[in-house]
Nanobody
Framework: QVQLVESGGRLVQAGGSLRLSCAAS????????MGWFRQAPGKEREFVAT????????NYADSVQGRFTISRDDAKNTVFLQMNSLKPEDTAVYYC??????????WGQGTQVTVSS
């Protein structure tokens, strides 16, 4: 079992930056792929970024490519999402997830990011 807790979300102005953190407990994140997803009001949850268990490969949604960076620190059992050049359309609840081979079995409760124009 993996428990995931996101933090770092808050209100920020457009053009600003935030770094989200996802702290895991219950088991090590080693050998688990990690991902960030988001859900805006009235919309379905969407993929934002993923990083493989080895950290060797990352993948980003087109909408965040070049602005967001996912990283992991397995020694601290934590995954990060650095978000730069934020836009109002980035406003959403951001969720951290863990799993293998594209299937995410464990999810956090989410952290709210609000970008004002």
């Amino acid at each position: 079992q993996v428990q995931l807790v996101e933090s770092g979300g808050r209100l920020v102005q457009a053009g600003g930056s935030l770094r989200l953190s996802c702290a895991a407990s219950g088991r090590t994140l080693v050998l688990l792929d990690m991902g960030w997803f988001r859900q805006a009001p009235g919309k379905e949850r969407e993929f934002v970024a993923t990083i493989t268990w080895s950290g060797g490969r990352t993948n980003y949604a087109d909408s965040v490519q070049g602005r967001f960076t996912i990283s992991r620190d397995d020694a601290k059992n934590t995954v990060f999402l650095q978000m730069n050049s934020l836009k109002p359309e980035d406003t959403a609840v951001y969720y951290c997830a863990a799993g293998r081979s594209g299937t995410y079995k464990w999810w956090g409760q989410g952290t709210q990011v609000t970008v004002s124009s």
